[in-house]
């Protein structure tokens, strides 16, 4: 019997983008599988429904009052998912363009392997061989997560290998673990509530797993301001600024406490990121540029998966 997944996305002004990603997901491979894709319109003004309706009428768009970030509008299709009984549902950004294979090899995995959580290797669309943001791992000295800058396709292991946390890019959740774990928190990371919540499904003795076989194409990130370089008045701005904001002081806080391994960790990573910035010394800038990293099959060698 053929395996069901919701597919969710949220979007907001970006019509062109989101009509990519739902063309991508026209041609993926549905062998056994059945796709239906659900899309949360956050009061778009660039005609984005109309053209969704127009040109994809399977799609069901679940409209808002233009008052969500990324974490409330997730999770507001994941709750109009859990309405189809899926038995999976997989969160997705609308700047994503899915390998034809990606979506079943996903589920394929996840079926393999009882009770994970699936991401995919994320690539970067204009340098299709770099990895990005892929299998980040937390650490006090970094303070918090420490996100890879030099990782290509070849340099991930070749079968699907255990994480600490899934950036939220693309992530096949079962939604049993859903159930079991609740939606993502919207009140304290309304722009990133990824960072917190695989980790907490992985509390509740969820694995997570990178399987390799399944690769989406993501637009690059833009380098936000450089906090060093701001003004006195514009950092006070950017740290007490809306939680939203790349350089808010909550947005640290939330982020690094909801991933940590525990409370105490996550509360003692505060104050060391925030040192390290202050000596420009973080893992999301420059700095990290310059670092020798090893390959990830090297460094996560012993969670790759046994069959």
């Known amino acids: 019997m ?26 993926v ?11 949360v319109d956050d009061a778009s003004t660039d005609g984005t429904a109309e053209a969704i309706i127009q040109q994809f009428p399977d799609v069901e768009i679940v409209p808002t009052k233009g008052n969500l970030w990324y974490t409330a509008g997730t999770n507001r299709g994941i709750t109009a998912a859990l309405k189809h009984e899926p038995d999976y549902i997989l969160c997705c950004n609308d700047d994503s363009i899915f390998e034809e ?17 699936v991401g995919a290797v994320l690539l970067d669309w204009a340098m ?22 030099k990782q290509t396709v070849w340099t991930i292991p070749n079968k699907p290998w255990e994480v600490e946390i899934i950036v939220g890019n693309c992530v096949l959740y079962p939604a049993a673990a859903i159930r079991e774990s609740g ?5 304290r990371l309304v ?14 003795k969820w694995r997570l797993l990178i399987e390799p ?6 637009e690059p990130n833009v380098a936000p301001a450089r906090f060093r370089h701001m003004s006195f008045g514009k950092k006070i701005k950017e740290l007490f600024s809306h939680s939203g904001q790349q350089h808010s002081l909550r947005r640290r806080i939330h982020m690094t406490l909801g991933s940590a391994p525990n409370l105490l960790q996550g509360i003692a990573a505060v104050p060391v990121f925030f040192a390290r910035a202050a ?13 020798v990293e090893k390959p990830l099959s090297e460094t996560f060698a012993d969670t790759v998966v046994k069959d």
């Open 2 to 27: 053929a395996k069901t997944v919701e597919i969710v996305m949220p979007v907001f002004n970006r019509r062109e983008l989101t009509l990519q990603c739902l063309r991508s997901l026209s041609r």
């Open 29 to 39: 491979d549905r062998t056994g599988i059945t796709i239906h894709v659900i899309v």
């Open 101 to 117: 294979k990606c979506v079943r090899n996903m589920v394929e995995c996840a079926e393999k392997y009882t009770r994970s959580v």
């Open 128 to 149: 299709p061989h770099k990895v990005r943001q892929v299998a980040p791992q937390w650490r006090l000295a970094a303070g918090g997560l420490r996100h890879w800058r």
């Open 183 to 187: 939606l993502m928190d919207e009140k």
């Open 191 to 204: 722009q990133y509530g990824d960072a917190e919540y695989t980790p907490r499904m992985r509390r509740k």
């Open 213 to 218: 076989k399944a690769r989406v194409f993501c």
């Open 279 to 291: 000596l420009g010394k973080t893992y999301e800038g420059s700095w990290a540029d310059r670092l």
